[in-house]
């Protein structure tokens, strides 16, 4: 599975993104998807998990109530919507996939097989 993430980009705290990972190569309806963080100077975090199917949904607890994930299916594509941006959410930001037969719970980078690019946000005060 090849990702590309795109959607990045500089923002006044309190504004929006949305992030948009598309996927090519393999059946994108069979891989959970996610996106992860990484913040200068700082470890890669978890920020949100779907499942293969949309059905379920997880969102770090940093993020809950102001970030959602989403996919489609039919457009090969994961979306991340931030919203209520904040200085602290400034980070490159990844997607990951993983067939969803070989995930766990999809919350730790380690269980995932395909990475992005990444893409930056920036999120000014």
């Known amino acids: 599975v090849q990702l590309q993430a795109s959607g990045g980009g500089l923002v006044q705290a309190g504004g929006s993104l949305r992030l948009s990972c598309a996927a090519s190569g393999r059946t994108f309806s069979s891989y959970r998807m996610g996106w992860f963080r990484q913040a200068p100077g700082k470890e890669r975090e978890f920020v949100a998990t779907i499942s293969w199917s949309g059905g379920r949904t997880h969102h770090a607890d940093s993020v809950k109530g102001r970030f959602t994930i989403s996919r489609d299916n039919a457009e090969n594509t994961v979306y991340l919507q931030m919203n209520s941006l904040k200085p602290e959410d400034t980070a490159v930001y990844y997607c990951?996939?993983?067939?969803?037969?070989?995930?766990?719970?999809?919350?730790?980078?380690?269980?995932?097989?395909?990475w992005g690019q990444g893409t930056l946000v920036t999120v000014s005060s």
């Open positions: 990951a996939a993983v067939y969803y037969l070989q995930v766990v719970n999809g919350l730790t980078e380690e269980e995932y097989d395909y």
